[in-house]
């Protein structure tokens, strides 16, 4: 055979029925036996001598022995590397095959041993369930034997002709059954569960997520086991119901009720939609629903609100036993330049202990003196009379006695008379010191008379107030008014209870730069001391120091001692009352839900303390027959003036009632005691400094200013008929009688009109009469004169009338034209 006879026999594509495939190996570039493999035969060519060398003998071989042809133009070399590339795809097959057959190997054991792992654990968990089960049936024989040797020591000697067990358990005969039964059993279990282990592949989703889905848990299992060990000892007994107190808040989630109850909540669910309510676990309920579904389920009911937080604060009922006396806090209020702030500097100088006179701070706002009889005072610095208002407002009580200073040569004055208005608003006792007796011109008589004009009688005038001649100045009369002062103390019989969680008021309260918030507390109740948590206002904090009045730092602080308080998260307001809790968090929340209710109202009230929202608001709300307003005025003849006529508006439905008038600028207290009162302030020829200005900014209180007081009264007089409802006044315009009626595309029935009487007007208000008989009333949706749309139609012509969302007009019904007008009605 030759070269080219194999060249074509052994191509790509070889035919005919001698064609065959070819088998070749290669070891270090050099040739091995070929074998060719025909559809006839099988043929074996020995490896080539040194004879035959080249690519060309070894390709003459193969196709020699495979007993083909070779294709035209393939040459040797070519034909030797296509059988290269076809024995390196052989072994790639082969050495893959191998590997694959080394994982599923690998597989299988690994099957196994989590099989053999499974069965382990099962056999396992049934030799434990196994072992609980024969030591319950022990202890069942062993409590049965007990009884049974009761009852026989009980009868008495008599033999019994049951034969009874050996000590040592069942008889063989009886245990031997039950043993071939649990062996049986155990047996047909293990081939079920082998069973199903083989009934199947492995998926790869059984193998990550197991068959059933997501695994027990291990309390699952627990439970399970419990209930095994339960059944074996006699069968499950009936749980006893647990009742439970519920807190119920005014809305809460039906998750959260279910919780409370330590019931499921598909049971909840269930009962709710049984209630005819379709809610799921995420959706509120309202209180009274929820109580009934408590008790449905036999739990108890307490109801709770928002405002319950403050009830730990609240709890404390003080043994009258454990009150013990407190010193008193005095007050010292009057008019600018009545020497108040001299006769605080004599009683200090004058009665405190050696070694404090330099060391008080005036700063705080509140501090103590020993007198010479080693009584303690506690005095508080309210200039302006500012955070005497701000308390009383917020009703923080915290002053027992007010000391009034008026000169002697001075007498009452307006801050005088606005003072007395404050202790009376406070019921508070008070004390009257006639300061400057010294002066040439003093008159203590004149100042006595002028306070009979504002319900202040002395004791000298036969009334029930202390009055004490005193002299800053010359220290005369100083220890007849400390003398009062305790004397009003004694009869006030002021105690307090040291030994319980603190309570107090801010006196004021200030950012420091580098201290933070500070707040001046004056202790009223209890015994403060560093590391306390407590909520004063809408702000909360513990504790980190106490500051006397001295500038020293303290542990503690008693009733009536005023103190620094530093650890606070926010600047509170003087007035807000200081409470020690417990827990921080209680304090957080109490915090909270102040400031939540301040929004609230905030938010509901806005700034109505302007004459425009007082009218509104008056005509929202029918019950408001007052209208409150401050005076303010440059001369005491037009503050008088003006009182008389604001007397004067008002009738039998609205009054105006004037709560403070006084002569002077306006001041912080005036803001102050219009926003506690819902008040606007009305200035006559007087200004209001920066500071009542920025309050008033601040708290949304109007001032308005006047020179003339006519207008002063008519605006007032406005602002009270603005509480009066306004009248409404109906005015017949015209009529007109429908002739026809015709349906108009886009429009609806139109009525054919003949004006009658009067005029039509396009935006006055109709009214439809079918045998004077009202029909309908509304308003027209168009008046036409032939195409065109007309504003009024005169008497005597024709004209095209529809009626806004109304067609049922007949031939023959009669239109009434009215307008109608609101008529303000004004006091006379």
Do not use: W
């Amino acid at each position: 055979m030759s070269d080219n006879d194999g060249k074509k026999t052994l191509g790509l594509r070889g035919g005919g029925p001698r064609s065959g495939n070819v088998k070749q190996s290669f070891s270090h570039g050099r040739t091995k036996n070929v074998v060719v493999e025909t559809k006839r035969k099988r043929v074996v060519v020995p490896k080539p001598g040194p004879s035959q060398t080249g690519s060309g003998a070894t390709a003459s071989a193969v196709v020699a022995a495979a007993g083909s042809k070779r294709p035209a133009g393939i040459s040797d070399a070519e034909m030797e590397r296509r059988l290269r590339a076809l024995q390196a795809a052989k072994a790639r097959e082969g050495e893959e095959a191998a590997q694959r057959e080394a994982e599923e190997k690998a597989r299988t054991e690994e099957r196994d041993r989590m099989r053999a792992e499974k069965e382990a654990k099962e056999r396992e968990q049934r030799e434990a369930e196994d072992r609980a089960r024969q030591k319950a049936e022990d202890e069942e024989r062993k409590a049965q034997k007990a009884a049974d040797a009761a009852k026989q020591a009980a009868a008495g000697p008599v033999e019994t002709p049951v034969a009874r067990q050996p000590a040592g358990g069942p008889k063989p005969s009886q245990a031997a059954p039950r043993k071939v039964d649990r062996e049986r059993e155990d047996r047909g279990r293990r081939k079920t569960d082998d069973s199903e282990r083989r009934s199947g592949k492995l998926t790869l989703n059984q193998a990550l997520g197991g068959e059933g889905g997501r695994q027990k848990s291990m309390a699952a299992m627990k439970r399970k086991q419990e209930r095994a060990r339960q059944k074996a000892m006699g069968g499950n007994q009936p749980r006893e119901k647990v009742v439970r107190e519920v807190r119920l808040p005014e809305a809460i989630t039906v998750a959260e009720l279910a919780n409370r109850m330590a019931e499921r909540v598909g049971d909840v669910v269930k009962s709710l939609m049984n209630s005819g309510i379709m809610a799921t676990q995420n959706q509120s309920i309202d209180a009274d629903t929820a109580e009934l579904i408590i008790e449905e389920f036999g739990h108890k009911v307490t109801r709770v609100s928002d405002a319950d937080v403050e009830d730990v604060i609240n709890e404390i009922v003080d043994n009258p036993a454990d009150l013990k006396p407190r010193p008193p806090v005095i007050t010292i209020m009057g008019h600018v330049d009545h020497g108040k702030t001299s006769l605080l500097d004599a009683i200090r100088d004058a009665n405190v202990t050696s070694g404090e006179a330099g060391g008080i701070t005036q700063h705080i706002g509140a501090y103590q003196v020993t007198t010479k009889d080693g009584a303690v005072l506690s005095f508080l610095d309210t200039p302006g009379h500012a955070a005497f208002t701000s308390m009383r407002s917020r009703g923080a009580q915290v002053t027992d006695i007010v000391v009034l200073v008026v000169a002697a040569d001075d007498a009452v004055m307006p801050q005088t008379i606005e003072a007395i208005n404050h202790a009376k608003a406070a019921k508070v006792p008070m004390i009257v010191a006639i300061n400057k007796i010294d002066k040439p011109s003093a008159n203590p008589t004149k100042v006595r008379t002028d306070l009979l004009q504002h319900e202040v009688v002395v004791e000298q005038m036969s009334g029930d107030v202390q009055d004490v001649e005193v002299s800053a100045k010359s220290g005369q009369g100083l220890p007849e008014l400390l003398e009062a002062i305790a004397l009003q103390a004694e009869i006030l019989e002021l105690k307090a209870n040291p030994d319980r969680a603190a309570q107090g008021a801010v006196i004021e309260a200030q950012l420091d730069v580098g201290r933070g918030p500070v707040a001046t507390v004056l202790i009223q109740n209890g015994t403060l001391r560093q590391g306390d948590i407590f909520v004063v206002g809408e702000q909360y904090g513990k504790v980190r120091a106490l500051i006397n009045d001295k500038g020293e730092r303290v542990k503690e602080a008693g009733p009536s001692v005023p103190v620094e308080v530093l650890g606070l998260n926010g600047t509170p307001e003087a007035g807000d009352v200081l409470n020690v809790t417990e827990t921080e968090a209680q304090a957080r929340e109490i915090a909270e839900y102040r400031a939540n209710v301040a929004k609230e109202k905030r938010a509901a009230a806005g700034a109505a303390t302007t004459l425009e929202q007082l009218m509104q608001k008056a005509k929202e709300d029918e019950s408001v027959s007052e209208l409150p307003i401050l005076v303010k005025a440059d001369v005491q003849g037009s503050a008088e003036a003006i009182v008389q006529a604001m007397e004067k508006i008002g009738n039998d439905e609205v009054r105006v009632r004037v709560l403070h008038s006084g002569v002077g600028a306006i001041t912080e207290t005036d803001i102050g005691l219009a926003e506690a009162s819902g008040a606007p302030v009305i200035g006559f020829n007087v200004r209001a400094n920066a500071s009542a200005r920025n309050t008033a900014n601040q708290k949304g209180v109007e001032i308005r200013y006047y020179s003339v007081i006519y207008d002063l009264v008519d605006d007032v007089k406005a602002a009270a008929s603005g509480l009066l409802s306004a009248e409404i006044k109906e005015t017949f315009i015209g009529y007109a009688a429908i002739k026809d009626v015709f349906k108009v595309s886009n429009v609806g029935k139109v009525a054919g009109c003949l004006v009658t009487e009067g005029v039509a007007r396009r935006s006055a208000g109709v009214r439809l009469l079918r045998d004077n008989v009202v029909i309908h009333e509304g308003t027209l949706k168009t008046l036409k004169r032939f195409k065109d749309e007309v504003s009024e139609v005169q008497s005597g012509q024709e004209c095209g009338m529809a009626f806004e969302n109304y067609d049922d007009v007949r031939q023959g019904d009669v239109i009434e034209i009215f307008e109608r007008e609101e008529v303000e009605r004004a006091l006379a």
